[in-house]
């Protein structure tokens, strides 16, 4: 089975923009690691505040997909849709 890393940056443009994400990420994290499939889930913040290293890795492509779709149906997929993402899919060995 090949699993699904991705990985990117999360970058707001205002500092209006990084106390959303900061306000909404715990819940998302905390969501998406709770999904079945998902080996990791980390979002962290770099010094300067209104950027995050995304890194993501599910067992399989089906897991990655319904992770997608809860996503863009949350409370966070709505909130920062408009939030500048800049991501790298890959496909590989899980784990």
């Keep these: 089975m090949s699993g ?3 990985t990117g940056t999360l970058t707001c443009a205002t500092t209006g923009e990084a106390a959303l994400v900061r306000r909404l990420l715990p819940a998302h994290i ?4 709770a999904e079945p499939g ?3 889930f980390d979002v962290t913040p770099r010094a300067c505040g209104r950027v995050w290293d995304v890194s993501e890795e ?6 990655f997909d ?4 809860r996503t863009q149906a949350s409370l966070w997929g709505s909130a920062t849709a408009h939030i500048t993402r800049a991501f790298t899919r890959s496909e590989g060995p899980a784990g």
């Design 58 to 63: 599910f067992t399989c492509a089906d897991a």
């Design 4 to 6: 699904v890393t991705l």
């Design 30 to 33: 905390a969501a998406s690691r």
């Design 66 to 69: 319904a992770h997608q779709r």
């Design 38 to 40: 998902c080996l990791r």
